[in-house]
């Protein structure tokens, strides 16, 4: 893996895990709304390891992207995996054969999952596997006790080393706390979509990571006359901006923003190394 200085620096999730802020989200390697194979494997295999060049040590994943397509890519591309490479993964969902996404929370439906992780990875132990838990954009009420405690299990077996939570709320992390540690939360965030301000702050003073997802909205870019307006100015494309103004949010934020494409790859990585402090008054009102 080449040392390469990336934007944001990196953020110590736990002793043994310190990743670049800037990360690589595998969704987009799989085919059409992450269901299937790609069009091109090869060019998804180059983006990963484009990605490992650039200096990028985390790479989001999960075993439903296909399903099994992005892990299985992931381990052709890699492996065998750098030592400082950390692969968080994600489990609480499943694909049926129409391509719906299905809540899989059951005991036996988690732990298979992690299984099925670690044998489409080639890995002995997942370095962070996050249980995802509510709706698409927003949590579901109620308590994940009994699914967080399987996983928890699985970590005490040495399965997992780190736990974190996706699509919950305060009150579902602080009960996940109460059962066993978690070093990262994945929620719906993004420039103007900034429901979880409070829960951000609150995560950055207990050193734990928060890692958006969609950042731009979704899959079809964000739209914003003002952040239109400040990358024109800035000379870069609405993305880069929204992507640099996730890094200067907070020092706890993780980006995963995903490419099938190298080129693309490298204009995120370097459009979040813009630093737009002048505009970020301006930036910030986009929410209101």
């Not at 699509?167 to 429901?195: L, M």
């Not at 099938?260 to 301006?282: F, I, M, Q, W």
Request: net charge negative.
């Amino acid at each position: 893996m080449r040392s390469t200085k990336l934007p944001g620096g990196t953020f110590t999730m736990a002793e043994d895990l310190t990743v670049t802020r800037m990360g690589y989200g595998a969704m987009q390697l799989a085919g059409p709304h992450v269901f299937g194979p790609p069009a091109d494997r090869d060019a998804a295999v180059a983006v990963l390891r484009e990605a490992v060049r650039l200096g990028i040590n985390h790479i989001d994943t999960a075993d439903f992207y296909g399903p099994y397509v992005t892990n299985q890519i992931i381990r052709e591309a890699l492996h065998p995996y750098p030592d400082e490479l950390h692969i968080v993964t994600k489990v609480g969902s499943l694909r049926d054969a129409e391509g719906n996404w299905l809540p899989a929370l059951a005991p036996e439906q988690l732990r298979q999952a992690v299984y099925d992780n670690l044998d489409h990875l080639g890995l002995d132990a997942l370095d962070v596997v996050n249980l995802r838990v509510g709706g698409f954009d927003r949590p579901t009420p109620g308590s994940i006790a009994e699914p967080f405690t399987v996983l928890a299990q699985l970590q005490q077996e040495g399965l997992i080393k780190h736990l974190g939570l996706s699509t919950v709320s305060a009150e579902q992390i602080a009960e996940a706390q109460s059962i066993a540690p978690i070093v990262c939360v994945q929620n719906f965030y993004n420039i103007a979509n900034r429901a979880d301000d409070g829960l951000i702050d609150s995560l950055a003073a207990q050193g734990i990571a928060y890692v958006p997802y969609f950042p731009l909205g979704g899959f079809s870019p964000l739209q914003s006359e003002e952040l239109n307006a400040v990358a024109t100015r800035l000379d870069a494309t609405p993305m880069a901006v929204a992507l640099a103004w996730l890094l200067q949010r907070s020092p706890n934020i993780l980006l995963i923003p995903g490419t099938s494409s190298v080129a693309h790859l490298r204009e995120n990585v370097a459009g979040a190394a813009l630093t737009p402090e002048d505009e970020l008054a301006e930036l910030n009102n986009i929410a209101s």
